[in-house]
């Protein structure tokens, strides 16, 4: 019963004393995650206070029930006893029901708050699952309006964001825990979930649904952006990618395009069109690489050219030993896609 | 030796010694586990009922681009399934009076009707019209047609054992049982293929 | 059939023991090499259940223990993905397929049932053992796979596509398949031999209405065994022939569907974990009217709340698949049906909580895992209402905090009981008693063990930790609590450790038992510990619910069962008059030899489809060998059988 105090207690501080954004379901920074979080709370509450009625019973029989004996006593009856006892259980049962009834329609009540589409202008995100990264596409009728990337997604603020799901190999779950719940991304399934976010920051995520060798490094970030800076990182993207500036990046290009690079990366603007792997076209505009593995760092980026499977074993990117000025030069080029 | 002083007591028994040693019709507990295993199959079977309906309800076309399974060998063989309940009642009414000329000619008629069931069911596996590896459509029929065909063959085998039994004089006591729960078991392939059919041979042409 | 004959007592006793010794040797149990495979008592054959399934709780538990070693701390190099993904579907398939149903189903209740139904031995004594041997072959194909580097690796539940060949190339996902094969035949073999004997084999005199809750619950369960084993038999095998030889059942691009498999799945797995919780429950209404030396309270509501949960048990499946974006109408009647199955299960508790109240509680070991059980199963109980609902569930789902929440119903629901079980009837398994002391460390070191991991993981799962990760960045902070979960382990290796040092010694050393050293109400408790080959001299007779409590000691005897064949009775199946006798067939060689061979015929198809027909044959040689009549038919017998001219 000690131990159990304790760890409600501890349940309780650890919760609160978290990270501000970090990867946390109890530090919703968007209306649906809030809905669920004020919903585990009420709930919470209601099975604690549970909790400690029963084990109150179960400790009061072991303590004042107890008896000192050291062989089996007789067999007793109480039969005024049980006539209180059986209106007791009753009554209990009578109150489990009710408690059950009302954390049903609560959880109803929040699933359709939480479900509902308001359609003013929504920005729509298809979100499509692949071994161990996550493709970003935000459709659009004219094909040249259609922005494409990889493992990064940006959402204006204070608008309704539709995400639409697929996968292309197996399940996937796309789970932001600070803003919403999961949804799995099911190859010949596609399914629309929306959410909505209201305070600017980087909300990380990560693929809830095994999927394989890679799957503890499958991340994403959501990052949430005011409109106008929205805008102008779409109107980014949209773009082919910048031209080498330097020798160093012409020369990187060249190495890109003789060598695996471009068997399953795009880079738009240059004959790299593959599909197999993330859009590279302007990756050095996002933060990380890998999948929120690495960091866009020279050195990460070398380092997973050179060997992804030391990093992330499995993944589907075979080694690229090439020599150090060559991908000193590749490294150069990335870091100049914008 | 007793304690001399130790009352005699009363003490009343039931003496089951009368008792049969062997039980016709449901109360023979091999009749239970036959019914039990009935339910089990019969549980695989309505699963992938539900399997062949729901891919159907995900498809936009059905059968997908194949013609359904040709309905002759269908026919034939529900119709010899039907026939077939026939020797199986007999050998099941035959049983409890230990009549083993009656159920050995019963388990004979029987055990070619499951050969002649058999037979025809190897023709049908080549009328389908589809192989299984084409999609999922053919896959489901295959498998519908295949689970049976095994409880098919598996019903043949054990009669013909029977009739091997019937054939010496071990025919007796709870082998007649065994003998009337086995019609039981017949009756279950014959509903089993008569359902079977209809969903190969039926709902690829009704829905 | 009723006859009064009056019996003088000392010359009863003299009867009785003439007789002990002429069913002594008809039922004896076969010894030496080959005896040893052909026995068929329903004891051996529960005791190797039990022994075999704890082996496997043992491994299982080493795979745990190198799990919780490679998350210790962030980026940890203990084991690679392969290896890891390995082991954690091997602790899953390893701790469900082949320890808690053979354990809690098939070991408890082979050994148990036949006793307290006051019965010789199970019913169907040869598919009874062939279940043991073919269970064995199933723990055997998939410990072999991992031992040879073939270990399934895509989570104990194997959702396609990456199960599919597609995704997971080689055999590896083939040997997890068939082992489902193989532990669903052996389940349900189990289901028919246990159905039976609660049907037909039940001492006169206990009606359904006497009839023991254990026993309701075991019946409850062998239905569910029958009515969810062929669902994933069908996954499974669905899933080894999209595997094998090409079909596309599973193929979203050839007209299958992804979801397919899960429904099937599923639609077995959650009355799995009800078959894994319900014998826990039905040990705990077995034990606490011993340990509180009063007649349960409330047995009827215990008895429809067991049946209720079986049946509602079948109606909740979708609640594993609240992330896959079903329809939202669908969803709320899982929710609904989610939490009415809370009620049966509450019901139990407060009638426990109102028996023990006005008793007398008698706090030995197996009472003592009976309040670790009410602490540990409530609070995963508790955490499940919260997954009931469809928003707390896609928050949650797929994390550790689902991982502290089946671990809390499975060890509290399930492990608490069974060393509850062990305890409480070791006595009459071995004849000698368990130490107390002994115990008490060991429950203590568990207990502190086990919620040290697991509570832990609640927080975890909070913090957004997904299930199934080799390893994790340190950026997340996961690492301190993670350490503090893999500490817990120390904990619970300790006590079971201490367990097996006291079974060990106390098989040799313990105390000797008696025939009923708790006091206990129930017919196993009425023969000797441990029992004799025949179970009981004398069929008894029931009385009351409470047998040795209800019953009168000069209750009618049942004479008349033959001593020099293995003669039982069999009786009708409500009213428990008696209606036939049946011959149990005695030792045979057959289930084993079956086993054989259809273990070859599962293992050969997993490399070849030719295996089917190459493997068909020497398993209906077996089968054609079990079911032969026996050379020798029994004595003429008194009177004339309808079959008799």
């Known amino acids: 019963m000690i131990a159990s105090f304790i760890g409600v207690a501890l349940a309780l501080i650890q919760a609160k004393s978290l990270d501000p954004g970090g990867h946390n379901m109890l530090q919703p920074a968007a209306p649906q995650a809030s809905q669920i979080e004020w919903l585990y709370w009420t709930v919470f509450w209601i099975l604690l206070v549970v909790y400690v009625l029963m084990i109150g019973a179960f400790t009061k029989t072991a303590v004042v029930n107890r008896s000192g004996a050291t062989g089996p006593l007789p067999i007793m009856t109480d039969e005024k006893g049980d006539r209180r006892a059986k209106w007791a259980v009753g009554t209990a049962t009578g109150i489990t029901v009710i408690t059950l009834f009302v954390i049903l329609v609560m959880s109803i009540v929040t699933g359709k708050k939480a479900a509902g589409l308001t359609s003013k202008n929504p920005v729509t995100v298809q979100v499509t699952g692949h071994q161990w990264w996550w493709e970003v596409t935000y459709p659009n009728s004219q094909a040249d309006q259609t922005v494409t990337t990889a493992n990064e997604i940006h959402v204006p603020i204070h608008t309704p964001i539709v995400l639409l799901t697929n996968s292309s190999d197996v399940i996937h779950s796309f789970w932001p825990p600070n803003i919403t719940g999961k949804r799995d991304l099911i190859p010949g399934y596609s399914s629309a979930a929306w959410f909505q976010i209201d305070k600017p920051g980087i909300y990380r995520g990560q693929c809830a649904e095994f999927c394989g060798l890679q799957h503890a490094h499958m991340g994403f970030s959501i990052i949430a952006q005011s409109v106008e800076e929205f805008q102008s990182w779409e109107q980014q993207q949209l773009k082919p990618a910048n031209e080498p500036g330097t020798p160093e990046a012409t020369r990187g290009r060249a190495v890109f395009l003789t060598h695996s690079c471009l068997m399953c990366h795009t880079i738009r603007g240059t004959d790299a069109g593959s599909r197999l792997g993330p859009d590279l076209t302007h990756v050095a505009s996002r933060n990380m690489i890998a999948a929120e593995t690495l960091p866009l760092t020279a050195g990460a980026l070398a380092g997973w050219i050179v060997d992804p499977q030391r990093i992330k074993p499995g993944v589907k990117m075979s080694p690229n030993p090439l020599a150090p000025d060559d991908l000193q030069a590749v490294v150069a080029y990335l870091q100049s896609l914008q | ?207 | 059939m009723a006859v009064t004959e009056p019996v003088v007592a000392n010359e009863r006793d003299v009867a009785d023991a003439e007789l002990a010794r002429r069913l002594d040797r008809t039922w004896r149990q076969p010894k030496g090499f080959w005896g040893w495979f052909s026995n068929t008592h329903h004891t051996a054959i529960g005791l190797r259940f039990m022994v075999t399934a704890f082996v496997f709780f043992l491994l299982g538990g080493i795979l745990a223990a190198m799990i919780r070693m490679q998350l210790i701390r962030p980026e940890n190099s203990l084991m690679g993905p392969d290896l890891y993904n390995q082991v954690f579907t091997m602790h899953g398939a390893t701790m469900i397929f082949l320890f808690a149903v053979p354990m809690m189903f098939q070991g408890f209740g082979v050994y148990v049932v036949p006793l307290m139904c006051g019965a010789r031995n199970i019913a169907f004594p040869r598919l009874n053992a062939f279940s043991y041997y073919i269970y064995v072959g199933g723990a055997l194909c998939l410990w072999g796979g991992l031992l040879t580097n073939t270990g399934p690796d895509v989570g104990w539940f194997a959702y396609v596509p990456l199960s599919g060949p597609q995704y997971s190339p080689g055999h590896r996902t083939d040997i997890w398949a068939q082992m489902i094969t193989f532990t669903e035949v052996s389940a349900l073999g189990v289901a028919v031999c246990i159905a039976t004997t609660i049907l037909r084999h039940r001492a006169p005199g206990m009606t359904l209405n006497r009839m023991p809750i254990l026993l309701w619950e075991k019946l409850v369960l062998s239905f569910m065994v029958i009515f969810a084993m062929p669902s994933v038999m069908v996954a499974s095998s669905l899933l080894l022939l999209d595997r094998l030889v090409g079909t596309h059942f599973f193929n979203h691009s050839e007209g299958g569907d992804v979801l397919l498999y899960q429904h099937l799945f599923w639609f077995f797995g959650h009355p799995e974990v009800y078959i894994i919780f319900l014998p826990g429950a039905a040990i705990i209404s077995t034990l606490v009217p011993a340990f509180t030396r009063r007649r349960i309270l409330g047995h009827t509501p215990i008895v429809l709340s067991v049946v209720a949960t079986g049946f509602i048990g079948f109606g909740v499946w979708v609640h594993h698949m609240f992330a896959t974006g079903l329809p939202q109408l669908s969803e709320s009647f899982f929710t609904a049906a989610s939490l009415m199955i809370v009620i049966p299960t509450a019901v139990q508790f407060f009638f426990w909580v109102a028996t023990m109240w006005n008793g007398r509680i008698w706090l030995r070991l197996p009472m003592l895992w009976c309040f670790g059980f009410f602490f540990v199963f409530l609070i995963g109980g508790l955490s499940g209402v919260m997954l009931a609902s469809v928003p707390l569930d896609t928050q949650v789902h797929d994390t550790y905090f689902i991982v502290a929440h089946f671990h809390y119903v499975l060890i509290g629901g399930a492990l608490f009981p069974m060393f509850a079980g062990i305890y409480f009837w070791f006595p009459k398994m071995v004849g000698r008693m368990a130490d107390e002391t002994l115990g008490k460390w060991h429950f203590w070191l568990f207990f502190i063990g086990f919620n040290m991991t697991f509570f832990t993981m609640h927080f975890l799962g909070l913090r957004g930790m997904t299930r199934r990760v080799y390893t994790y960045l340190p950026e997340m902070h996961w690492g301190p609590l993670s350490a503090l979960a893999t500490a817990g382990v120390v904990f619970m290796t300790a006590g079971i450790l201490v367990f097996l040092v006291n079974i060990l010694r106390s098989m040799r050393m313990g105390k000797i038992a008696g025939d009923n050293p708790w006091g206990d109400f129930s017919l196993e408790w009425a023969t000797s510990s441990p029992p004799p080959s025949y179970n009981f001299v004398h069929i008894p007779m029931v009385n009351g619910r409470n047998p040795l409590w209800d019953g009168p000691i000069d209750q009618p005897l049942i004479v008349g069962l033959r001593d020099d064949i293995r003669e039982t009775l069999v009786t009708h199946s409500l009213d428990t008059e008696p209606q036939h006798k049946d011959e149990d067939p005695g030792p045979s060689i057959w289930p084993f030899l079956t086993a054989l061979t259809v273990s070859a015929a599962f293992i050969g198809s997993i490399f070849t489809p030719w295996a089917v027909p190459i493997g068909a044959p020497p398993v209906v040689v077996t089968l054609i060998g079990w079911l032969w009549p026996r050379g020798h038919s029994p004595a003429p017998l008194p009177g004339r059988e309808s079959w008799q001219h």
């Open chain 2, 1 to 207: 030796m007793a304690a001399l002083n130790e009352t005699t007591r009363e003490r009343m028994t039931i003496d089951v010694s009368t008792l049969p040693s062997v039980a016709f019709g449901h109360s023979n507990t091999t009749w239970l586990a036959n019914v039990l295993y009935m339910t089990i199959e019969g549980t695989m079977f309505a699963l992938i009922f539900a399997t062949y309906f729901y891919l159907r309800t995900r498809s936009s076309s059905w059968p997908p681009g194949h013609y359904p399974p040709a309905l002759t060998f269908g026919i034939i063989n529900a119709a010899i399934f039907i026939v077939s309940v026939i020797p199986a009642r007999w050998v099941q009414r035959r049983a409890p009076s230990g009549d083993r000329g009656a159920i050995r000619n019963g388990l004979l008629i029987l055990s070619l009707f499951a050969l002649a069931a058999t037979a025809v069911r190897v023709f049908e596996f080549t009328t389908l019209n589809c192989r299984w590896s084409d999609d999922a459509y053919s896959s489901t029929i295959w498998v519908l047609i295949g689970l049976h065909s095994g409880h098919l063959v598996t019903e043949l085998i054990e009669t013909v054992v029977l009739l091997f039994v019937a054939l010496t004089p071990k025919m007796e006591g709870t082998r007649l049982a065994d003998a009337a729960i086995n019609s039981d078991y017949w009756y279950f392939v014959v509903v089993t293929g008569l359902l079977t059919d209809f969903m190969i041979y039926g709902t690829t042409r009704l829905l």
